[in-house]
């Protein structure tokens, strides 16, 4: 069996012109994109897309880390599950999840929710580097039809709730199957004598 988790390499996201030290910071006031993403001409006219056969590549995972305005969690996932991520599911992306870090009761270990703002990573797979690359990219990859518009109009809105943001790469392997909890049941046993 593969181990959970193997060794994960950082790839310096200034590698791809992103800052340094694997990060690539950016504030709504210095982005001329939704996003991430190139911006796209209000008035474009339609886009059919039709495309290639998958690329082969070396799997990359983004963790992606936004702050974002106080309260604005649900409205910011429920953008991102129901806007953004069909249209990045439908050009490849695949995503594994999007998390708000919480302080449970009673554990004192990690890092603390903040009271002014809340903190969330989004993690996304890609089949490749250029993939991610592709992906900041939309249109020319999935259209700009009412998905890409819905999407667009997602992103717009997470901008807007967004104080800043980064993102990271990880290269390594996914671990087969996945997590599971089976506690124990509430139950009394007795031992019986062999017959």
């Given at each position: 069996?593969?181990?959970?988790?193997?060794?994960?390499?950082?790839?310096?996201?200034?590698?791809?012109?992103?800052?340094?030290?694997?990060?690539?910071?950016?504030?709504?006031?210095?982005?001329?994109?939704?996003?991430?993403?190139?911006?796209?001409?209000?008035?474009?006219?339609?886009?059919?897309?039709?495309?290639?056969?998958?690329?082969?590549?070396?799997?990359?995972?983004?963790?992606?880390?936004?702050?974002?305005?106080?309260?604005?969690?649900?409205?910011?996932?429920?953008?991102?599950?129901?806007?953004?991520?069909?249209?990045?599911?439908?050009?490849?992306?695949?995503?594994?999840?999007?998390?708000?870090?919480?302080?449970?009761?009673?554990?004192?270990?990690?890092?603390?929710?903040?009271?002014?703002?809340?903190?969330?990573?989004?993690?996304?797979?890609?089949?490749?580097?250029?993939?991610?690359r592709a992906?900041?990219?939309?249109?020319?990859?999935?259209?700009?039809?009412?998905?890409?518009?819905?999407?667009?109009?997602?992103?717009?809105?997470?901008?807007?709730?967004?104080?800043?943001?980064?993102?990271?790469?990880?290269?390594?392997?996914?671990?087969?199957g996945g997590?599971?909890?089976?506690?124990?049941?509430?139950?009394?046993?007795?031992?019986?004598?062999?017959?």
């Amino acid at each position: 069996m593969a181990p959970l988790v193997s060794a994960l390499t950082l790839i310096c996201a200034s590698a791809f012109g992103q800052g340094q030290a694997g990060q690539a910071e950016s504030k709504p006031q210095d982005r001329t994109f939704r996003g991430g993403l190139s911006p796209v001409k209000d008035q474009e006219p339609p886009r059919p897309v039709r495309n290639n056969v998958a690329q082969p590549g070396e799997e990359v995972v983004t963790l992606r880390y936004f702050k974002i305005k106080k309260g604005a969690f649900d409205q910011f996932l429920k953008a991102s599950v129901e806007g953004v991520w069909p249209y990045f599911e439908k050009i490849g992306a695949r995503i594994v999840g999007m998390w708000k870090i919480v302080t449970p009761e009673g554990v004192a270990d990690g890092p603390q929710a903040s009271k002014d703002y809340d903190e969330v990573y989004l993690m996304t797979r890609y089949a490749s580097v250029e993939h991610w690359r592709a992906t900041r990219e939309t249109a020319p990859h999935g259209g700009n039809g009412p998905d890409w518009e819905k999407c667009k109009a997602a992103l717009d809105l997470r901008q807007g709730l967004t104080i800043s943001s980064n993102v990271i790469f990880l290269k390594g392997q996914m671990a087969a199957g996945g997590p599971y909890f089976m506690p124990g049941l509430d139950e009394s046993y007795e031992k019986k004598a062999p017959k």
